[in-house]
């Protein structure tokens, strides 16, 4: 699945994105989360993840904190992701 995305900042660059597969079963999925460090996002974060374990006994993996909202990941989290997790979450708070 690709889609076509517009950037208006250059007016003749089109850019395809290739997503990922998705699963077909959720059951036992690794999940990482990436908490952005607004008020509550940590939280909303758990909360989510306590509920995918008892729904779908999916196991949290992972759990990265940003330097701030504005902040990326690091790429040591983002290797960590790629090797423990099958999905991220990441969350906004507030």
Known sequence: MSMDVFDPTISSQ????NYAPRPQNFEGLKVGLVDNTKYNSRVLLEK???RLQAKH???MV???TKQS?????TE???K???TKADFV???IGD
């Open 14 to 17: 089109e850019e395809a994105i």
């Open 48 to 50: 989510i993840a306590e």
């Open 57 to 59: 006994k999916m196991e």
């Open 62 to 64: 992972h759990l990265d």
């Open 69 to 73: 909202a504005s902040h990326h990941l």
């Open 76 to 78: 040591e989290a983002v």
């Open 80 to 82: 960590e992701f790629k």
């Open 89 to 91: 979450i990441a969350g």
